[in-house]
């Protein structure tokens, strides 16, 4: 490989006040570029690597049948309502776990980073938590979901 191009396979990258060296190969600096999205805001590769996926997979379980396809679809009826829902239950489960470990409930009712020194869980504590709260909140979206095709209403199409 000529000087030139080793020299042009480094890439200078900075995050923060860190500068981190990283040498890639000519395919993989392709790679890396191709794959530098951005969240916020959405980029349009961004989009098509998290929308594109779950529309295959949307496409693909259709016509699925059965109980776990029923909850799915349950869900997928009510998306702000659960949405809305899940905010205010996480919220009152993560004031109540404060409480429980001796944290004023003024001290939690902050804006999510601002809370007191030392209050927070680990990943498998916030999976355990989120494995609780969906089935929580299945009955609530089902009965949400059954007034949505009751009612005739305009308004909770929105919700």
Do not use: D, N
């Amino acid at each position: 490989m000529p000087s030139c191009a080793r020299g042009l396979t480094r890439l200078l990258v900075t995050r923060g006040l860190r500068l981190i060296l990283l040498e890639f190969t000519a395919v993989g600096l392709a790679w890396y570029f191709s794959f530098h999205t951005t969240k916020y805001p959405p980029s349009l590769l961004y989009l098509l690597m998290t929308l594109g996926p779950t529309l295959v997979i949307l496409h693909a379980f259709r016509m699925a049948k059965g109980p776990v396809a029923g909850m799915f679809v349950t869900f997928g009826r009510v998306p702000f309502f659960f949405y809305v829902t899940h905010l205010y239950l996480i919220h009152a489960i993560a004031v109540a776990a404060g409480v429980a470990q001796a944290f004023p409930a003024s001290s939690l009712m902050v804006l999510h980073g601002y809370g007191p020194k030392g209050f927070g869980f680990g990943l498998p504590m916030i999976y355990l938590v989120w494995l609780a709260v969906v089935p929580l909140l299945y009955p609530l979206c089902r009965r949400y979901a059954e007034l949505k095709a009751r009612s005739r209403a305009w308004w909770l199409s929105y919700l």
